[in-house]
């Protein structure tokens, strides 16, 4: 129910039936006209709608604005619609205002929606996937984890609110180069833990992190030096066998407490046994895309605009990666049936784009078109003025885990869903943890709670919030009324507007905004002091305004606290 679109469509049919009516009263000529422009006004004194119309038509009816605009007007009739009146401004503008059942009815809106306020039905629904994390895990996850989950997650959230089948995806790297660098690494530490430092030179190019060493210290617990009587084969079996699910089960755990929840992990490894590389690849080279050099098969992506070609299979007769990532992404288009695919990756994989998508279109999948990428940029960990790079509690890199130990899940999931994916971000750890309206979380929530202390309150007094439908709204006509009720009615359009522009933190500068007019209401209207008619109106106000606040906190992941 989108409300605010449905006036705006209204208002442009009210155009074009008045100029269609001036032109057969031949006010106005007949030409082949654009559509009629309509848009909100950046200020509430020109109108709740404007349009540009009489602008638009100056040059093909060669006629000066303000005539059209005036003929227009002689032929426009506002009888059913949501419009209370229609003027003239300056050299042409249609500015419309809305009449007091449309307030009435925006109210109401919120009331017979619930929970579901602000979905809307998609004109051509698509079955979409969005990727995002998808870390090694061969590793604790980083800050640019915790704000590409925040960002994936939202936007999946905002797709499905517009009307979209949405499935979030994890793909979890188990197979190729870095697995075997993984073994090694735990391996080599393995065998120093046992013998000494000494032992075993540990190759520059391993992975150098704390993990690696407590992966190493557990299996020395668990095997002691048994592991060092099996072959190479049986040992990185083991290393393996232990060391993945042991990371894996610990990024379940840790998103799961950031509160994302995937409806599918896939694992790379299923590719390669399936033989769904192997297939790839032979259909890329019987599309002619391939050729072989050196032993190795290549894929001919200069051919499609990247400055390099790039290996699929190696002279030892192992895949790639990058074959491993075209045979995932034909198993989403052609396997699964995804109509649409958005992977939200880092900003330094910007050169994997395009080569990715051309070789889709080799493929003959539309890849260009059909698989989108969202780059997310560096985020800065910030306390005290000073860039973060190391947790307190040990010492080591920041982590997820350390994140969340060090400030409330609910402010790392607003704050990093704080700017759009493509802008840097700085992260302020101090401002994160405020209470008070610095932070924009904690804006929104007080808002949210303040309502619920209202209706409480009124409850404690013997008064009850009565059904909207049964309570006259025409009666809230305060400016600051009016602005809150346009304020909830914008919802739909926002949710939509953000998964158009795959944006999901529209919807946390429309929190902000929406608590701000709340406030601006609060401090403005009596509530319980009104005479009876404006106050059960006020409440129903109240009562529509908590759950659109209740509905945005929910589609960014965060709680609507009712006390505070």
């Excluded at 939202?154 to 993984?182: H, M, P, S």
């Excluded at 994916?421 to 943890?433: N, R």
Aim: aromatic letters at 8%; hydrophobic letters at 45%.
């Amino acid at each position: 129910m989108n409300l605010l679109d449905t006036a705006r469509q209204a208002a442009a049919d009210v155009v074009k039936a008045a100029y269609d009516k001036a032109v057969a009263a031949g006010t106005l000529p007949q030409a082949e006209l654009p559509p009629v422009a309509v848009e909100m006004p950046k200020d509430a004194a020109n109108g709740d709608w404007a349009s540009t119309f009489a602008m638009q038509c100056a040059k093909p009816l060669r006629m000066a604005p303000r005539k059209i605009a005036e003929a227009i007007v002689e032929n426009l009739s506002l009888d059913g619609t949501c419009f209370e009146k229609i003027e003239i401004a300056g050299p042409g503008f249609l500015n419309f205002t809305l009449n007091p059942a449309w307030y009435q009815d925006a109210v109401r809106a919120v009331e017979t929606c619930g929970a579901d306020y602000g979905k809307t039905k998609a004109e051509k629904p698509e079955k979409i996937m969005v990727e995002f994390v998808s870390a090694n895990p061969t590793g604790p996850m980083h800050m640019g984890n915790a704000r590409g989950g925040v960002l994936g997650d939202c936007l999946a959230e905002v797709l499905a609110w517009a009307g979209n089948d949405v499935t979030r995806e994890f793909y979890i790297n188990d197979a190729g180069n870095q697995v075997d660098k993984f073994a090694h690494s735990v391996e080599g530490r393995y065998i120093q833990e046992l013998k000494g430092e000494d032992a075993i030179e540990f190759d520059p190019s391993w992975y150098q992190g704390a993990d690696i060493r407590e992966l190493a210290h557990d299996l020395v617990l668990m095997h002691g030096d048994k592991l060092l009587d099996m072959t190479p084969e049986e040992r990185f079996d083991a290393i393996v066998g232990y060391g993945l699910p042991h990371n894996i089960e610990k990024m379940q755990k840790d998103l799961e407490r950031y509160k994302i929840h995937y409806d599918v992990w896939f694992r790379e490894s299923t590719l390669h046994d399936s033989g769904a590389v192997a297939e790839t690849v032979q259909m890329l080279t019987d599309a002619g895309v391939t050729y072989e050099q050196d032993g190795a098969l290549w894929l001919k992506s200069t051919a499609f605009g990247a400055d390099k070609d790039d290996v699929l299979r190696r002279a030892n007769g192992f895949y790639t990666y990058f074959a491993a990532d075209i045979a995932y992404h034909r198993n989403k288009f052609v396997t699964r049936g995804f109509d649409r695919v958005i992977n939200i990756w880092g900003a330094d994989h910007h050169g994997h784009v395009a080569r990715l998508q051309r070789a889709l279109d080799a493929l003959g999948l539309d890849g260009s078109n059909r698989l989108e990428i969202v780059l997310m940029q560096l985020v800065r960990m910030m306390q005290g003025g000073e860039v973060v790079r190391m947790s307190k509690r040990t010492g080591k890199s920041l982590t997820l885990s350390d994140l969340l130990d060090e400030i409330p899940v609910d402010a790392a999931r607003f704050f990093f869903n704080s700017r759009a994916a493509e802008t840097q971000m700085e992260f302020d750890l101090d401002l994160a943890v405020k209470q008070d309206s610095e932070n924009p979380l904690y804006y929104v929530q007080y808002a949210h709670a303040r309502i619920c202390s209202v209706l409480r309150n009124a409850a404690e007094n013997g008064v009850s919030v009565p059904k909207a439908a049964d309570v006259d709204l025409t009666v809230l006509t305060h400016a600051d009324e009016k602005a809150l009720i346009k304020a909830i009615a914008l919802l739909p359009e926002e949710i939509r507007e953000a998964a158009l522009s795959r944006d999901p933190s529209k919807l946390n500068k429309y929190g902000v905004m929406l608590a701000a007019q709340f406030h601006r209401f609060y401090n403005a209207c009596r509530i319980m002091d009104a005479e009876p008619a404006v106050r059960d109106a006020r409440l129903c106000l109240c009562q529509a305004t908590v759950q659109t606040i209740k509905n945005v906190l929910g589609i960014i992941g965060v709680d609507a606290p009712e006390k505070m």
